[in-house]
């Protein structure tokens, strides 16, 4: 049984939010992709599912530490590479399509907007399919790399884990020691994802734009975050403050539940699947 049901009425007041306004700035997050089969962070009350990710000074800083993460991204990868979108990425490509939306951001890392047909998208996070060495710059496509970690590692690769968000793996009783972990072709330098770690800082440009783009919207809809992180926080309240309507649709509670005008508690490949079977008449 739904947890979270959807009303009919919930959908035409999503759907009477987006009629209203033409110039949508989306945010998305975790449970945009979840659909598609790549589970979030945290849970309804916005807690941690399982342990942090690893913070990027720890990575910089410590061998271990990449070899903690590399290990366990070698065995989650391919579930990020074989994902595919849902209903989510392609009722928001569509409206994109339709030119109504000023700007699409995605918290996601997964590049299943782009996969869907979006362009013009925000990676605000990076992707995760792209690797860059942070000594000379170069990059590396990640399915290359991940020959690489495979052949290097044939018996880590042979263990089974539970795959957590953006392609994690648990493996928090594995022996790692041995872990080999490659260096870049280059230069010999470490080899990072090219995506933001916590503790990292989203590169200026990118937030840049994205306040633009607020200040050129009429309204803000968040998809599948709980606005926890800062980093897609502070949207909210950009808007917010300049007194433009914020929707969102998640499941549980989010960091901006007081500044939302509508929120529809509901999964948002379901909501979204709810919007495309009503008929897309924006294009018309």
């Not at 579930?79 to 030119?99: E, Y």
């Not at 020691?177 to 770690?197: A, H, N, T």
Request: glycine share 8%; charged share 20%; aromatic share 6%.
């Amino acid at each position: 049984m739904n947890e979270y049901p959807c009303s009919a009425q919930d959908i035409l007041r999503l759907r009477a939010f987006v009629d209203a306004h033409p110039r949508l700035v989306i945010l998305t997050g975790a449970g945009c992709s979840t659909e598609s089969g790549i589970p979030d962070y945290r849970d309804a009350l916005g807690a941690w599912k399982r342990s942090p990710p690893v913070q990027f000074q720890d990575f910089m800083s410590s061998e271990q530490a990449r070899r903690r993460y590399w290990s366990r991204s070698m065995l989650g990868f391919p579930l990020m590479d074989a994902a595919r979108p849902n209903a989510a990425h392609g009722w928001v490509a569509s409206l994109q399509q339709a030119g109504r939306v000023q700007l699409l951001v995605t918290q996601n890392v997964d590049g299943l907007h782009q996969r869907a047909g979006s362009r013009q998208v925000v990676d605000l996070h990076g992707r995760i399919h792209q690797v860059l060495c942070m000594s000379c710059g170069m990059r590396l496509e990640r399915r290359l790399l991940q020959e690489r970690l495979e052949s290097l590692n044939p018996e880590v690769q042979r263990l089974s884990a539970t795959i957590g968000a953006d392609g994690d793996a648990d493996l928090n009783d594995v022996e790692l020691d041995g872990f080999r972990l490659p260096s870049c072709d280059s230069c010999g330098g470490i080899l990072k994802p090219d995506v933001v770690f916590f503790g990292e800082n989203v590169p200026r440009p990118r937030v840049d734009q994205v306040f633009a783009a607020i200040r050129s919207a009429d309204a803000l809809l968040v998809l599948g975050s709980s606005l926890k992180l800062y980093s897609g926080f502070r949207f909210c309240r950009e808007a917010a403050q300049r007194a433009l309507p914020v929707a969102a649709v998640n499941l549980g509670v989010t960091r901006a539940d007081d500044l939302l005008t509508l929120k529809l508690e509901a999964p948002c490949a379901a909501v979204c699947a709810a919007l495309t079977d009503s008929g897309d008449h924006w294009a018309a």
